[in-house]
């Protein structure tokens, strides 16, 4: 099971202490059970709460990660993670009005660390009521082998593409290559897993990858190696015929070469 990154932007091998006095969170080795955000409450009564999810405006988002933020420096802590969907649309790309969390991951983040940030994202809740009781989570780590979730943290930390940053806490955006295949894997899967943005996700995400690889084409053989390596499903006809013509209809070019 994989685990979230709490190390500086180098990615030090041992924790460092800034000029300002704060400490950056101690790395361990990885270990074999991890704690998942949020962790299972129950209420006054024993009862076990339940999970609810609502819709993030960006003011609101924005305020639940200050308060994480300040959280965390209180407590002379930085940490550092990486987020995938929705939050990166709502906070860096703009091109959503609204996300219903902020689903991060990192491969060298430990448990004292993750119970630090459960606790943080479960005090904003409790203070800012648009929020759900999974506003911030680690679901998406569930689903990545260790060395998929060290290479894709790496590539995080190289691509360098900040989603927030305060005090106490960073957020990077996930590798545009990633987001993009797993976009196409939802697409491609459908049913109730499919959103009505998920092409529109898909397009702007290889715009982003694009554009930071010299503004040239990817050829589509790129982008199967890409869906290999991470294991998400794609289509010849999705790319050709529903990925290409709405990025030529937004861009005005192709987003792939065929040779």
């Given amino acids: 099971m994989g685990q979230l990154c709490c190390c500086c932007s180098d990615c ?16 361990g080795a990885p ?57 990166v649309n709502t906070l860096y790309l703009r091109s959503r009005a609204t996300t219903h969390d902020v689903d991060v991951f990192g491969s060298d983040f430990g448990n004292e660390s993750r119970i630090l940030l459960d606790a943080a994202m479960h005090d904003a809740q409790q203070h800012i009521p648009e929020l759900g009781t999974d506003w ?42 990633y987001a993009f295949t797993a976009k196409l894997s939802r697409i491609l899967l459908g049913g109730a897993h499919a959103r009505s943005y998920d092409l529109a996700d898909a397009v702007t995400y290889i715009h982003e990858y694009i554009r930071a690889h010299g503004n040239q084409p990817v050829p589509i053989a790129t982008v199967f190696d890409w869906a290999r390596r991470w294991h998400h499903e794609i289509t010849d006809d999705l790319l050709r015929n529903r990925v290409d013509p709405e990025y030529v209809r937004r861009y005005g070019r192709h987003a792939f070469t065929y040779d």
């Fill in 31 to 87: 270990q074999d059970v991890t704690i998942q955000i949020p962790r299972n409450r129950n209420d006054p009564q024993g009862v076990p709460i339940q999970q609810v999810t609502r819709d993030i405006d960006q003011g609101v988002l924005r305020a639940a990660l200050d308060h994480v933020s300040q959280f965390m420096e209180r407590r002379n802590r930085h940490l550092s993670v990486i987020a995938v969907g929705g939050a």
């Fill in 136 to 177: 911030l989570n680690t679901e998406t780590q569930l689903w990545m082998p260790g060395r998929m979730h060290d290479e894709l943290t790496q590539m995080a930390r190289e691509q360098n593409v900040q989603v927030y940053h305060g005090r106490g806490l960073t957020i990077l955006a996930a590798p545009w290559a």
């Fill in 12 to 27: 030090q091998p041992e924790a460092r202490r800034p000029r300002d006095g704060r400490s950056d969170v101690q790395i």
